[in-house]
């Protein structure tokens, strides 16, 4: 479907998918590299540090790391609030830690990036923010407080004040910097994440519809001769049995069952095979069956087919594939949603090409969105106009996202266009000058009559359960 509840695949929990024995991890290797980066200090370079304190403050994320594996079970997810204040306490230690030794004259200062980027990734925006600012303010003060880096002679360790500056004003801008981008590609990652598994869903969706389709269709077809048979037999004994009302009563009985049986078949499927022969259909049913679901929502949808260029008269069977039906489906149904009053569906094929065209006389797609149509959980803010028009529509663009994604798996090339500017008075005639949609595969990859799937079907095969 076109519309989505953005709210399911918004990414909202995604700072519980972090398990804390992965913050655990990092939180070892960081205290070993500060535990290294002090040791080295003292030992090779004789600087004179605040070792208690040093200790202290590398000691209590030791505590807090024993804590929280003794405590919690291993498999342990953190909630939103939970990662902030154990991503808040790392940014505050090792705060405390470049205050014991140097503030921003100890180039180990850039490790105050390490925090803001693990927010960015995996939490809101409004804890990722108060990292970020925290992390800000926190540099600053380090910029003029501070103890100072000592010799072993007593002298001080430092650089010019310029570079001071330099250093501060480069941690905030990589922390702003850092911040943005992380979290914009972990967004990107994520809306393509969501957006193939509601695919996948939607795939999964019209694959059981296929198939019980063929259920139905297959069971109607292997049942009908016997019934059939049952149904003339019946007959004949009817009107033999004419002096034996009661033997005759039972007769009717076998035949309305067999009737009913014909009905039932005709109306529900159950447990039975796969008829092959739903595998493949011809070009314009195939079409007719994708747009079955929106004939009937007040617009008016014309269809039409036809050979191209020196294409041979004869219309094409092809396969009948789920994300064929419902990437085409997808596309007639964004037509339907937008267009005024009509909405054209063009079948063509050649000796090389099969492509089916979607037009409308629509408003067409707005210019400043062709570069990102067919990305998921496109926003754009509506006009005050066309709420007043379609004030049930909250598009996200993951419709035209999962059409695309099926059809171009099937081995289609899409193309999107309008028939006329989207601002110029459109026409009260049945002008196709909205937007327009081409789909055109290879041939070969969905012609059920060449190459391989040219194949015989032989008889059907169980369905798998």
Known sequence: MTNSNPSILSGQT???WIRLRTLIFLRWVAIA???TAITVAQQ????????????LAVGVSVIGNLIAIFVFPENKRLSESENFLMVLFDLLQLSFLLYLTGGLHNPFALLLLGPVTISA???RLGSTLLIGSTAIVLVTLLAGYHLPLRTEQGFVLRIPDIFVFGNWLAIVIATAFMGAYSRRVSSEIHSMSDALAATQMALAREQKLTDLGGVVAAAAHEMGTPLATIKLA???????????PELQDDARLIRDQADRCRDILRDMGQAGKDDLHLRRAPLSTVVNEAAAPHMNRGKTIHFEEGPGSGGRLQQPTILRKPEVIHGLRNLIQNAVDF??????VEAMWTDDIISVRILDDGRGFPPHLFGRIGDPFVRRRKSEGERRQRPEYEGMGLGLFIAKTLLERSGAELNFANGSDPYQNLSPDKERRG???EVVWPREKIDAMTGENSEPLGSNRPIEV
């Open 234 to 244: 019946s007959s004949e004994l009817i009107e033999e049995l004419e002096r034996f």
């Open 339 to 344: 267009a005024r009053a009509n909405i054209w």
């Open 121 to 123: 990734t995996v939490m």
């Open 14 to 16: 995604r700072s519980n």
């Open 435 to 437: 937007a327009i949609v």
């Open 33 to 35: 590299g500060q535990l």
């Open 44 to 55: 090779l370079y004789n600087l004179q540090l605040e070792l208690g304190l040093c200790y």
